[in-house]
């Protein structure tokens, strides 16, 4: 794959992500997540409390029974019985109070955590999406917010409740007698070391499970954009292998991780039975033995004590076993959580410019700005002094010895210099690979360069304002999104205050008017699946008409009549004229007919302006440009 799959650098999850994830819970619902938190004590409160009642009843049936008296025990025994029903009616309301809560919390968090990542995405820079497989960002959307979703739903209350449990048994055993408890927290604490043992490699597979499920998604998202390809080429045997090796990973990695996590509840069981049957044992010694009982109580020890001490037990060891039984979903969901923490910490794309593009109109021979759209716009520039200045919007963009590499190590563009003047047609030629396309992202600063200088119309491009910037340009690429949506939707893109009648107006001026009155519902002709059922041609003249209609000063068309056919090419280039008058124009194109009558043709190569000039110019000099011209020798 050409894009790298994205993999934290981590090699397990780290006990912070669970953390993060309560204070996110927390600062989503402030309200709503102590509520559930009393709810659950409630609950585990609940759960404690028979062992307490078995101890009283038992003490009772234990006074009565020398004298034979079980009259006098039926009030106390109703009296308790009453009580643990009423305890229980408070637990039951309790249960039903969190879960509903929950189904509230789990559904929202994952709507906020979804929101989260698109509009933190949405600020990340061109650079991340380049260098990173879009089938695995969309499995941070998927995969991973579903892995999270058991975890919030049902994992997470149930091992708060379960640690609430614990600890009320702890502090009702110690109650009790303090020799029981040493035992019973023994044998609980090897249980509970195996189980870390065993989760922790879990863990380790769980994290590589997400990760292996992501370049998967990747990988058949890739083969599906390529499917085309893959079929004339006849590379169905290739992509099957390439995707065996995938999925083997991937199953691997889940083998591994489910062995692991299937192995720990019969373990815990088994060890929950053993620790049962010394804790009888080690309490009929206590009893034969007559051994002194230390506790919190002062009581003594006895049948009364040992019988509830046994189910304390038995409850002790159950609620180790019910944290392992969660150790799946946790893992699953920790490493899932830890994934989607990893995009919503990516660095957003940095911008210091305070340069704005405002609507100004003339005021006693002055520029002012307003508050509406007037056809008129300059750059607000505020100074140090507290002066601020207008400078009109005239499209002058001029490189300065520019340097840049996408990489540090490799340097694409070198000592570029150039200039366009307001309303001048600038073309770039030069073979795949030259740098064209790569001056472009500059303008717009997709890109930031390493050295040197781009000014717009005298303005460093560093100090305007992103947004503003790109707002002024105007793009059409070779490669066409249309979005979900009608036609008019998409061409309306361009600049979403758009009246109808200006969208209709721009599509003349591209040339689309006509074939889109032809399409079945005209501009309500709904688009799927990027435009499928339109031809190249026709989605490539709804981008021209959706740039038409932002009107920039200052347009870069990238390729954009490379897969139209040559009648096609007339009419749009008709259109593109139309376009381009008055405006500072950026033109690559591998199809030098299309450039002729620019003002200046630039010649890359390798990075490096060669040749400048007109096209008579150029012919004139018999460069590169006459030999490319003349087919000397080809672009590619």
């Known amino acids: 794959m050409a894009k790298q799959t994205m993999q934290a650098k981590r090699p397990g999850v780290k006990p912070a992500v669970i953390l993060r994830v309560f204070k996110s819970l927390f600062r989503f619902y402030p309200v709503l997540m102590p509520i559930v938190f009393v709810c659950l004590l409630i609950n585990a409160l609940t759960n404690a409390a028979p062992a307490i009642f078995m101890q009283q009843a038992l003490a009772v ?71 990173h497989a879009h089938g695995d960002i969309m499995s941070f959307y998927t995969n991973d917010i579903d892995a999270l979703r058991q975890m919030i739903s049902q994992s997470l209350p149930q091992i708060t409740m379960t640690c609430l449990v614990l600890v009320s048994v702890f502090f009702i055993m110690l109650w009790y007698s303090l020799w029981m408890t040493i035992v019973v927290v023994a044998g609980t604490a090897l249980m509970a070391l195996s189980s870390k043992a065993l989760a922790g490699r879990s863990a380790r597979f769980f994290l590589a499970q997400q990760r292996a499920i992501a370049a998967v998604e990747g990988h058949v998202e890739e083969i599906m954009n390529g499917e085309r390809v893959v079929q004339v080429f006849c590379h169905q045997r290739e992509c099957e292998a390439d995707f065996d090796q995938y999925n083997e990973r991937l199953f691997d990695a889940s083998r591994k991780a489910n062995t692991f996590a299937n192995i720990l509840a019969p373990i815990l069981m088994n060890m929950g039975n053993v620790i049962y049957v ?40 159950g609620q180790i076993g019910q944290i392992s ?16 923490f990893t995009l919503i910490d990516e660095e957003p794309e940095t911008d210091d410019g305070y340069v704005e593009l405002v609507n100004v109109r003339m005021v006693d021979g002055k520029l002012s700005e307003a508050g509406e759209r007037t056809g008129m716009w300059a750059w607000k520039h505020p100074h140090h002094s507290g002066e601020v200045t207008y400078t009109p919007l005239a499209g ?48 717009n600063r997709f890109y930031d360069i390493a050295d040197g200088k781009i000014r717009y119309d005298g303005i ?35 600049r979403l205050n758009a009246s109808d009648e200006e ?85 690559i194109a591998h199809r030098l007919s299309t450039v002729r009558n620019s003002d200046v043709i630039i010649v890359l190569d390798h990075g490096r302006i060669i040749e400048r000039g007109s096209h008579d110019e150029l012919i004139a000099k018999k460069g590169t440009y006459y030999q490319l011209y003349t087919g000397a020798f080809e672009l590619e």
């Open 396 to 443: 002058d963009v001029r490189f300065h010895d520019v340097d840049f590499g996408y990489t540090p190590d490799h340097t694409v563009l070198h000592d570029v210099s150039l200039y366009a003047k307001p309303g001048q047609k600038v073309a770039f030629v030069g073979a795949t690979g030259a740098g064209k396309t790569t001056i472009t992202n500059l303008i």
């Open 278 to 317: 010394v804790v009888a044992v080690v309490a009929g010694i206590l009893l034969a033995l007559d051994v002194p009982s230390v506790s919190i109580s002062g009581s003594a020890f006895t049948i009364a004590i040992a019988v509830p001490f046994l189910n304390m037990t038995k409850q002790f060891a």
């Open 325 to 340: 039984q969660q150790v799946n979903p946790v893992v699953m969901g920790m490493a899932g959580a830890e994934r989607v």
């Open 61 to 131: 049936v234990g006074r009565c029974w020398p004298t034979g008296d079980w009259e006098s025990a039926a009030g106390p025994i109703g009296q308790i019985t009453l009580s643990l029903a009423g305890i229980y009616l408070v637990g039951l309301v309790a249960n039903f109070t969190w879960n509903r809560l929950m189904a509230i919390i789990c559904q929202g968090s994952l709507e906020k955590f979804r929101e989260e990542m698109f509009d933190h995405m949405e600020t990340l820079p061109i650079r991340y999406f380049d260098t």
């Open 460 to 494: 460093n491009i560093n100090k305007i304002r992103k947004g503003d910037l790109r707002r002024s340009l105007g793009i059409v690429l070779q490669d066409v999104n249309l979005f979900t949506g009608t036609v008019l939707d998409n061409i309306r893109y361009g």
């Open 503 to 587: 969208c209709f107006d721009a599509a003349k001026l591209a040339g689309a008017d006509d074939f889109i009155r032809r399409l079945p519902q005209g501009y309500d002709t709904l688009l799927t699946d990027n435009g499928s059922q339109l031809s190249q041609g026709q989605r490539q003249l709804i981008s021209i008409a959706r740039a038409a209609v932002a009107d920039p000063p200052v347009m870069i068309l990238d390729e954009a009549t490379s897969s139209i056919d040559t009648r096609t090419e007339a009419i749009v280039q008709r259109g593109m004229d139309a376009l381009m008058k008055g405006r500072t124009t950026f033109v």
